[in-house]
């Protein structure tokens, strides 16, 4: 199950700013949304996480920034370790909080991003620590120790700020060509919307009012991708969701349902973006422990 720091009792009665440090326990995987935003944290194990249509296979030191309402779960290799940090905060307390000059910044993640997979790098060491102190004065009973609680999870926002100004520059950086962001998002959109059906360029130009030639042009230029590597790596992740949350499914019913109109193009596209074929890749969710030597054969 999908873990709620503010399980028990009501959100009035909870803190504003609720933290799980370190927690092994096993999990029942179930899709969850939530009205709070929160910083997850991976420490060790293995781990797929799916967050509405996207699927992140996890290493230690990831971190991901989450709006909330978007279906999530993670999915944890239960025959090791499942290690994890997570702060959940309700972003109308942050405005009582701080000054908004100093707020807006800290929250432009979680409203530009608003799910996120991060690789801390180089700076992993410095969340660990950071979560480190943060979990000893929320477990402390002192003075002010929540208070001083509160000003350490503002300066993890700081680090998270800046790991994400990468991402957010390139939106941002977009904003001198607004027409091309404009449509290079509809495109994004219109896909999002029917990628499980036969779509074709003609399709998107007669949807977006714009000529297929300079979408296609612009796509490129803009993601690194054509329209239809976007399209296909959409399924794949569609297509892996679907293996992941319900076993019972063949791969030719998955093939169908995330748009595919035959089964060896499927598989064809599945194996590379995956690097092994959608069969192996179902048996190694059914059983962690032959990943390793299936991926050496694939």
């Not at 019913?253 to 959608?278: D, I, Y």
Request: net charge negative.
């Amino acid at each position: 199950m999908g873990e709620n720091l503010y399980s028990e009792g009501t959100l009035d009665e909870m803190k504003p700013v609720e933290l799980g440090y370190r927690r092994d326990s096993p999990l029942q995987m179930m899709f969850h949304s939530h009205p709070y935003y929160e910083i997850y944290f991976f420490h060790s194990g293995r781990c797929n996480y799916v967050i509405g249509p996207n699927v992140y296979t996890l290493q230690p030191g990831d971190l991901i920034v989450m709006h909330g309402m978007t279906l999530h779960t993670p999915n944890p290799d239960a025959r090791e370790p499942y290690v994890r940090s997570m702060i959940h905060f309700q972003p109308e307390f942050l405005h009582g909080f701080l000054h908004r000059e100093y707020l807006a910044p800290l929250l432009k993640p979680f409203e530009e991003l608003r799910n996120y997979r991060l690789q801390t790098g180089a700076r992993k060491d410095e969340v660990e620590r950071l979560l480190a102190d943060m979990a000893g004065l929320y477990a402390s009973s002192a003075p002010h120790a929540y208070e001083r609680f509160l000003l350490r999870f503002v300066d993890l926002l700081y680090v998270v700020n800046e790991l994400c100004r990468a991402p957010m520059a390139t939106d941002a950086g977009d904003a001198a060509r607004p027409d091309r962001e404009r449509h290079v998002q509809r495109v994004i959109d219109f896909i999002e919307a029917h990628y499980a059906e036969d779509v074709t360029l003609e399709d998107v130009e007669r949807e977006l009012h714009v000529s297929r030639h300079y979408l296609a042009r612009v796509f490129k230029a803009w993601t690194g991708w054509t329209v239809f590597q976007f399209l296909y790596h959409r399924r794949i992740n569609q297509a892996k969701t679907l293996f992941l949350v319900d076993r019972a499914l063949s791969v030719s019913e998955v093939s169908e349902r995330v748009g595919f109109k035959h089964l060896s193009h499927f598989s064809r596209v599945f194996k590379q973006w995956e690097g092994c074929a959608p069969e192996q890749y179902r048996r190694r969710l059914a059983d962690p422990a032959r990943r390793n030597g299936e991926a050496a054969d694939a």
